[in-house]
């Protein structure tokens, strides 16, 4: 079994920052496309930044420029700095990935970290 475990969320000020972490531990054989995501009150999960397992990264226009998704592989970890927050990146943000086990591919999800940006 492969858990996803996610920190760094909390609340913050407009303008201000936050990392996000997300380790993939257990019966892991390969880990490879990983992703942020989010889901605000009373709307859809979104998808907000991906990094495939050689590096190449993707994101939703409303964040583009504020920011970077980066994963260590040797620790299989993902990263979320995010920069210049607003008060609409206010969220619960799940870590996601594509991933292989000895008997099986999957795709996983973490259980989540709240992110409030509010004065």
């Known amino acids: 079994q492969v858990q996803l475990v996610e920190s760094g969320g909390g609340w913050v000020q407009p303008g201000g920052s936050l990392t996000l972490s997300c380790a993939a531990s257990?019966?892991?054989?390969?880990?490879?496309?990983m992703g942020w995501y989010r889901q605000a009150p009373g709307k859809q999960r979104e998808l907000v930044a991906t990094i495939t397992s050689s590096g190449d990264t993707n994101y939703v226009d409303s964040v583009k420029g504020r920011f970077t998704i980066s994963r260590f592989n040797v620790g299989n970890t993902v990263y979320l700095q995010m920069n210049s927050l607003k008060p609409e990146d206010t969220a619960v943000y799940y870590c996601n990935a594509d991933i292989a086990t000895p008997w099986r591919s999957d795709n996983v999800w973490g259980q989540g970290t709240q992110v409030t940006v509010s004065s």
């Open positions: 257990g019966s892991l054989v390969a880990l490879y496309a």
